[in-house]
């Protein structure tokens, strides 16, 4: 290497390494900082004046052929390098744009007559799973009651069933749907305590049951109230009160004392807890009766056990029949499928005495929704048919009924199920709370509607033996004397006569027509009387 070259290299080494460990000066914010680009005042050799560093043609993006920028030691990890010069040979690169977004286009507008509407479907206001949990809750307070094949069966041509919920503590169905209300309630509200003031079936389960939970218990009544009544309350453990001369003044007051106290004033109503656990009565009935056919179910005053019972047979087996039973003094639910609506105010004047706990509940809108899709047929059924088939519970069941809790036998007894001939049928046996000389009364009344008692007048002479020859007939014809009354006439066209009334028993209406014609024939004034 010849002097000139070796000056020059000597220049150019010591520049290099000046500018190499030299401070570098602090970037601008406007400026990159990359490690391996460097500023246009460390380039590489001298900046002499009138040099353009200006870039060359932009490709693309990129410049065509730029100055180095890049260290040529730092290239050592980047491959393989061509330098010319100390500058590095840049190869040009194309930018791909990414592809194109297409939009898609807008949707057709439809009109509204095109969407199709699908119909959500009702939500049911009780569900059997409602049913269900009320069973598993209740099954350690309450008997699972019996459903026995009666022995009127051959009678009527039918397989009857009875359903027996009149054997609960209370003798009532009610207790069901009671219990399932009471141990629904918050504890806070279980401590406070409840409050009734009807004297009816609800009440008395209500007494019962709250005492059972440890709740206390309010009983308001009126004074027309009988003793044995208000003792079956005081019996059970509640705190009874006598308020007032009639029932709404009861109630009243018991509306009062529980705004004031904070009691829970029940009253028998829709709520779903109270009909979840009525609607039990056919589950049980669902499982101790296969194939079974109809039922049969009571519903003036508690239509809740009809609802309920209902629902709980239809979702086990649609094909199963469910029919209502009302009085007819006071067909409610009759009015109301007729109307489409429930009937508030029913203008009737049923008897006080058998009806007086049915006349006082009412039909709500969610109970007559369910008794309307849910209930096949609904038919009502007379005073004396209810009386007759109390009495049959008493010959054939041995059991005392209420009016009731007769009234799905006296369906059958009447014939206005006629459909159901050679069916398998269960009858619901709902209550058999009635006062003991009611009962006297309703069973001598059905002994008359059943043509087993009679009553007879008949003109006799005051002859020795008249009044013993009639006593012989009645002897001969095994006829039970029930009673007599001798009495003289003072007409005097019939001044030798006396008349003569008996009340007497047959076996059946058999005997009863033999002993009509046989009289009639031997006395042609005797005169038939009704009781």
Not at 171 to 199: F, H, N, P, W
Not at 269 to 278: I, P, T, W
Not at 334 to 360: A, C, F, I, R, W
Request: hydrophobic share 35%; proline share 5%; charged share 25%.
């Amino acid at each position: 290497m010849n002097f000139a070259a070796q000056l020059f290299y000597s220049g150019y080494l010591s520049e290099r390494l000046e500018r190499l460990y030299s401070p570098r000066p602090a970037l601008k914010d406007s400026e990159e900082n990359d490690p391996f680009w460097q500023r246009e005042e460390l380039r590489l050799g001298p900046s002499l004046p009138g040099c353009s560093y200006k870039f060359g043609s932009v490709c693309n993006g990129t410049a065509g052929r730029r100055p180095t920028l890049i260290e040529p030691e730092r290239l050592k990890d980047f491959g393989e390098e061509e330098l010319l010069n100390g500058d590095v040979r840049v190869h040009d690169l194309k930018v791909v744009g990414s592809p194109e977004i297409k939009l898609m286009e807008p949707p057709k507008t439809r009109r509204l007559s095109e969407f199709r509407t699908v119909p959500r479907p009702p939500i049911l206001y009780l569900r059997f799973e409602d049913i269900s949990a009320a069973a598993f809750r209740i099954q350690s307070g309450i008997q699972k009651t019996p459903c026995t094949y009666s022995r009127l069966s051959k009678q009527y041509g039918m397989e009857i069933y009875l359903k027996k919920e009149h054997l609960h503590y209370t003798g009532s169905v009610k207790e069901r749907g009671v219990l399932y209300l009471l141990a629904s309630l918050t504890q806070e509200q279980q401590r406070k305590g409840v409050i009734v003031a009807t004297d009816c079936n609800f009440s008395m389960a209500v007494a019962h049951h709250a005492v059972e939970l440890k709740i206390p218990v309010f009983v308001i009544m009126p004074s027309c109230c009988s003793s044995p009544r208000l003792r079956i309350y005081r019996d059970y453990g509640a705190m009874v009160i006598s308020y007032g001369s009639t029932g709404r003044d009861s109630r009243k007051h018991a509306s009062h004392l529980a705004k004031e106290n904070g009691y829970l004033y029940l009253e028998e109503d829709e709520s779903e807890a109270y009909l979840a656990g009525l609607g039990t009565v056919g589950m049980e009935i669902y499982e101790q009766v296969p194939k079974l056919d109809a039922v049969v179910v009571p519903a003036a005053g508690q239509y809740g056990l009809l609802a309920g019972t209902a629902a709980a047979i239809k979702h086990l087996n649609s094909r199963t029949l469910v029919i209502g039973i009302e009085p007819e003094g006071f067909p409610l639910l009759l009015q109301s499928l007729k109307t489409d609506s429930p009937v508030k105010d029913m203008h009737s004047n049923p008897n006080q005495k058998l009806y007086g706990d049915l006349m006082e509940r009412s039909l709500g809108c969610n109970t007559f929704q369910l008794a309307k899709k849910l209930v096949d047929r609904v038919i009502s059924v007379r005073e004396e048919d209810c009386l007759v088939a109390m009495l049959r519970f008493q010959e054939f069941e041995r059991s005392t009924v209420d009016t009731e809790g007769a009234m799905g036998l006296a369906a059958i007894l009447a014939g206005q199920l006629p459909e159901l001939k050679g069916k398998r049928v269960a009858v619901v046996v709902s209550s058999a709370n009635m006062e003991l000389e009611l009962v006297r009364q309703c069973v001598d009344r059905a002994l008359v509607l059943d043509e087993r008692v009679s009553k007879f007048s008949v003109q006799l002479g005051e002859w020795p033996g008249d009044m013993a020859r009639l006593l012989d007939i009645l002897s001969r014809e095994d006829v039970r004397l029930l009673d007599v009354c001798h009495r003289k006439h003072s007409d005097k066209s019939d001044l030798f006569k006396a008349k003569v009334e008996c009340v007497v028993e047959t076996r059946d209406k058999t005997q009863s027509a033999q002993l009509r014609k046989m009289l009639s024939e031997r006395y042609p004034s005797i005169c038939w009387l009704d009781r």
